[in-house]
């Protein structure tokens, strides 16, 4: 009995003293800062630009969206006005709505009368002003796209330096935290600017799609409009 004590004794003595490993964790905010000053410079300068990306691509997919709603009936109304020799009625619809096809088109009525092929390069000049105005700032997502991985890597080169020169100068005995800041200086900055060139890029390229939505709108009643105009009387 007193053998079996002992050995529960004992058990129970190797279960107090066994040491409790912590798990550590590390959020992406300590994560940042992690990297140093020169770290958190480069992250900053990549938020930036993220909420210009951010901005710059709902402010644009809105206006897109606004350009593409066009009433169905519009093209039959200008077409009967227009037709019924009610030019003014065709101008009145179209100064009412407030999209792309409609100033192109109205900009094709206001040249009645002259020849077909000064009507046409007229409404060509007005598509061009109005693809103009939809490409506005999408430029600056491409910009974004391509600079912020750059950014990041330049990071990156910083963070390496910074191990580099610690190494350097310390004979071969660097303090492991001040050498883990370059590298995390490195890491962090490359991983922040590819996840901002990402969103970038997807985001340029989606507004690009819905731009050329509103370009193939806009052709398409360029032609209806011309044929309406060759119609016979």
């Given at each position: ?16 003293v066994e040491p409790v490993v912590e798990e ?173 060139g990402i969103i970038a890029y997807i985001g ?30």
């Open positions: 009995m007193l053998y079996f004590f002992q050995q529960d004794d004992l058990a129970q003595g190797a279960q107090e550590k964790t590390l959020s992406l905010f300590d994560l940042m800062l992690s990297g140093g000053l020169g770290g958190q410079i480069i992250i900053g300068i990549l938020f930036i630009l993220l909420f210009a990306a951010v901005y710059i691509y709902f402010e644009r997919l809105f206006a897109i969206k606004a350009a593409t709603e066009v009433d169905q009936n519009f093209m039959l109304q200008i077409k009967d006005s227009v037709l019924n020799g009610n030019i003014e009625s065709a101008k009145i619809r179209c100064a009412q709505t407030n999209s792309p096809v409609a100033r192109l088109t109205e900009k094709g009525i206001s040249r009645i009368g002259s020849p077909l092929e000064d009507i046409n390069t007229a409404i060509e000049n007005a598509g061009r002003l109005e693809v103009y105005k939809l490409e506005k700032n999408v430029s600056i997502l491409a910009t974004i796209a391509g600079a912020a991985p750059m950014i990041g890597f330049l990071g990156t080169v910083i963070g390496m330096v910074l191990a580099f020169h610690e190494l350097a100068t310390s004979s071969g005995q660097a303090e492991m935290g001040l050498l883990a800041e370059g590298i995390y200086t490195a890491m962090t900055t490359t991983v922040a600017g590819l996840i901002v340029y390229n989606h507004l690009v799609v819905k731009t050329d939505k509103v370009v193939h709108q806009m052709e398409a009643t360029a032609v209806d409009f011309l044929d309406l105009l060759n119609e016979p009387a």
